[in-house]
């Protein structure tokens, strides 16, 4: 049977309550009559020969370039860069696709006779993955054919002697990319495309790339001015790494681009209940909420944490393109909107969502209330195309329990940005003038450079990520939150989602038309 | 000894809801028979044969009749206007209540609620075997596709009629979520037209107080039926004008409920009858004007509001 579209649902007296994501936990929530729920559509179904595909793909590709085979040659400087551990979420099981895309690509090298092979991580100034996340990415051929050789990279954004600096655009940004990859004969980059913003120019722009070239687009002014970031043709994060990519296809370094989309499929069979339809939740499947709800209820946060990012993705491939960097994106982007885009008429005054346990920065990780802000103000709220679901002067009302927790290993700045800056103020704009002084701290870079920690600047890229949202809301309520903390976002905390609407009616009037994001799985809002 | 009764009651309510309970469907999506031989493809054949009839009879005349009549009081206006009709008819009602399709066939004269089949919406009342085997067999309860047009439902009914049965129906497609009228479907009207059977409009009120859709017990009070004279489709009218008229019937009808005949038939003839669908307004507003309606009434309609309050 073919997977149903998403659809939006009018809350009508029949509808069972609705299940809102809230941490390491859910809840059902009974919305008001004639509030609309947005429900993904069903997962497409996966290639059937996956690795036939990408092998197709490879010897096929998209746009003026030569098969991979043709590109490559003995004596040759080949890398592969592949996107790191924030993608994709939850991360999938076994085998990932960037382990079927490599095997392809070093069984393709290895018949031309290309010796010089090395691996990168493409972290930007994400944190750097651990060995068995790097395993389990790369699977156990790849890993133990190039880590122990030291052919298993993770890109350094703060080592001068490991950076290249190619230029300037015409808008005055500084191209500065990993000397590797830009002085390799061919770089083959790796992406897994889980929702629209990933892939293109991005990939190696930002991938590979330091602070001295992210600062141009990662900044409020280029986020306020990206509607949303989620559709590339209105965004300006966008437009700046396009020219950045134009930049380095003009500098002579040849890229051939793979990308893969994913279908929705998010969660596993015991969990499945989380990606039905309520009122198609079978007994099973209502015995699984309340027991398992009933348990998280008494479990240990940093034990339900555990529960939650043990979880390993029925994610599977539903498509792969290979080639020259902007005609494979177009292909992959059309192939990402036919699995999460779901039209939607007009906005609404009050915009809910339930946050998940997860985002790109905490996987295996605590989420923090900077990621909390993030993943709801920056990435939920910009799931959209055309305008946003919610009205300009309206609410969002998040759920989740945001906990004045921080993980210390990979979060070390977030905690000194959400004690001495988010004290003075929470304006995206205003943050700006601390974020020289996080980004150079020297403890930082330390940590960034020889642990798991994220760059010092990393923070304010998240608050930067909100900007748009902040812009654009009147008010921001989130549900069940730890109060001082929310407050410190500069949030205003409610117990009850009834709570959060009455709230919310104080700004928006009485009676105020309500959608709900039920996602994930994800889905983006197309929104007329 | 309510207050306990009442207790007992929120708390079963409590444990048999959602997520304990099967969860609701939204009335707006179209359900899907999760079964192979559910919901259309259901087989009703069995129900009518000798000894399911035999038994319905006595169930319906010693145990659903006396129950509808203590429990629901039905004054019934214009029986004697079924005597006028040779069945197989096709009997159109308005639908507020489970409890509609006990109180017709309560009221109905014994040569037709003892040949009647009763139209029922195959997403709710077939998409599980119990519920399929139950409803078939206590009403003689047939599968119809409410939400799209079904050719096999249509040729079931019709198929029945041919034989002697008649049919009631809904035409609103399902019980109405506030109380007013909601827009009617074509079914009842193309299949008269199919068949040339006659249609008879009825119009009952009260139900909803006593059963509401989504919610509340079970309650006693007084409800009204009323029977309006067997309609034709006019030579050459097709069935959308006759459904349109069938429909204007009904508004008339409901017109009547709440005033009475004389003032509901000369707004019929000054083409002033109220609308049936009420005001396209705030849920709210049309709870408001129909209670006000309500109020307005002079019969039982009143009292059966009292009742629910008391």
């Known amino acids: 049977m073919s997977p149903r579209p998403g659809f939006v649902l009018e809350v009508d007296r029949s509808t069972p309550p609705t299940l809102f994501w809230h941490g390491e936990g859910y809840r059902l929530e009974r919305l008001p009559i004639g509030s609309r729920v947005l429900y993904a559509p069903e997962p497409h179904h996966a290639l059937e020969d996956p690795v036939g595909a990408i092998r197709r793909a490879l010897l096929e590709p998209l746009g003026d370039v030569a098969p991979l085979p043709d590109q490559l040659r003995p004596g040759m400087r080949l890398t592969i860069a592949f996107d790191d551990v924030s993608l994709p979420l939850p991360p999938m099981r076994r085998p990932d696709i960037r382990q079927l895309v490599i095997e392809q690509v070093l069984d393709m090298a290895a018949a031309a006779g290309v010796d010089d092979v090395v691996l990168i991580a493409a972290l930007a100034l994400h944190r750097r993955m651990t060995d068995d996340e790097l395993r389990h990415a790369l699977g156990d051929r790849v890993y133990d054919a190039f880590a122990p050789h030291g052919l298993l990279l993770q890109h350094d954004a703060e080592d001068p002697d490991n950076l290249v600096h190619l230029g300037v655009t015409d808008e005055g940004e500084d191209v500065e990319l990993n000397k590797r990859a830009a002085t390799s004969d061919l770089l083959v980059y790796v992406n897994i495309n889980l929702v629209a913003m990933d892939g293109g120019h991005k990939s190696v722009a930002t991938g590979l790339s330091s602070y001295r070239s992210l600062r141009h687009h990662h900044n409020a002014r280029t986020m306020q001015h990206s509607r949303s970031f989620m559709d590339q043709d209105h965004s300006e994060l966008h437009s700046s790494n396009w020219r950045m990519g134009r930049l380095i296809a003009a500098s002579d370094i040849k890229v051939f681009q793979i990308e893969t989309t994913l279908n929705t499929d998010t969660f596993p069979e015991q969990f499945r209940f989380l990606q039905r339809r309520e009122w198609e939740w079978s007994a099973k499947d209502r015995a699984t909420f309340m027991a398992s709800s009933a348990a998280l209820a008494r479990t240990p946060p940093r034990l339900a944490r555990g529960i939650f990012h043990s979880i390993r993705a029925p994610h599977r491939m539903t498509s792969v393109q290979a080639g020259e960097v902007e005609a494979v994106h177009a292909r992959t982007t059309a192939n990402v909107y036919a699995q999460q885009l779901l039209e939607v008429e007009g906005q609404s005054d009050v915009l809910t969502m339930g946050l998940p346990y997860i985002c790109p920065y905490n996987v295996h990780s605590i989420m923090n209330p900077i990621l909390v802000a993030c993943l709801g103000l920056g990435y939920f709220f910009n799931m959209y195309r055309g305008r946003p679901l919610v009205r300009q002067g309206g609410v969002i009302i998040m759920s989740h329990p945001t906990p004045w927790a921080f993980h210390a290993g990979h979060h070390p700045s977030y905690i000194d940005f959400f004690e001495q800056v988010l004290t003075e103020t929470t304006d995206p704009v205003e943050i700006g003038k601390y974020e020289e002084s996080f980004a150079t701290d020297p403890w930082y870079v330390h940590l960034y450079r020889t642990g798991h920690a994220y760059h010092g600047v990393h923070p304010f890229y998240m608050w930067y990520w909100c900007a748009h949202a902040l812009a654009h809301v009147g008010s921001v309520i989130v549900v069940g939150g730890d109060r001082a903390a929310v407050r410190r976002l500069g949030f205003t905390p409610a117990t009850t989602m009834a709570d959060a609407l009455e709230l919310a009616s104080d700004l928006v009037g009485p009676d105020p038309t309500i959608t709900h994001l039920h996602s994930p799985p994800l889905l983006m809002a197309d929104v007329q | ?310």
Request: glycine share 10%; aromatic share 8%; net charge positive.
């Open chain 2, 1 to 310: 000894m309510s207050g306990v009764g009442g207790a007992v009651r929120r708390r079963l309510s409590a444990a048999t809801r959602f997520p304990f309970g099967a969860p609701t469907w939204p009335g707006a999506l179209p359900r899907q028979a999760p079964e192979r031989g559910l919901g259309v493809d259901y087989g009703t054949d069995w129900a009518r044969r000798y000894p399911a009839r035999l038994a319905r009879a006595m169930v319906v005349d010693n145990i659903t009749r006396p129950l509808a009549h203590a429990l629901a009081a039905p004054a019934v206006r214009g029986q004697e206007l079924l005597e006028l009709v040779e069945p197989p008819v096709i009997v159109v009602a308005n639908h507020a209540s489970h409890l509609d399709t006990p109180l017709l066939l309560s009221v109905l004269p014994r040569r037709l609620r003892h040949r009647m089949v009763v139209a029922a919406a195959a997403d709710h009342f077939f998409d599980r075997r119990w519920k399929a085997h139950l409803w078939a067999g206590a009403l003689n309860a047939i599968p119809i596709e409410r939400h799209r047009v079904n050719r096999r439902s249509a040729e079931v009914a019709g198929a029945l009629l041919g034989e002697g049965w008649s049919l009631l129906i809904y035409p609103e497609g399902g019980r109405t979520p506030d109380g007013w009228l909601k827009p009617f479907r074509g079914g009842a009207a193309y299949l008269s037209v199919r068949t040339g059977r006659p249609v008879v409009p009825v119009y009952v009120t009260g139900t909803r107080q006593l059963l509401p859709k989504g919610g509340g017990g079970l309650r006693r009070g007084r409800t009204t039926v009323t029977f309006s004279p067997a309609m034709s489709p006019d030579p050459g009218e097709d069935a959308r004008r006759f459904g349109a008229r069938i429909e204007a019937t009904m508004a008339t009808m409901a017109d009547e409920a709440s005033t009475d005949w004389w003032t509901a038939r000369r707004r019929a003839g000054t083409g002033s009858t109220p609308a049936v669908g009420g005001p396209e307004a705030a849920p709210w507003r049309r709870a408001w004007a129909l209670a006000q309606g309500s109020s307005d009434r002079h019969d039982e309609g009143r009292w059966a509001l009292r009742r629910r309050d008391s």
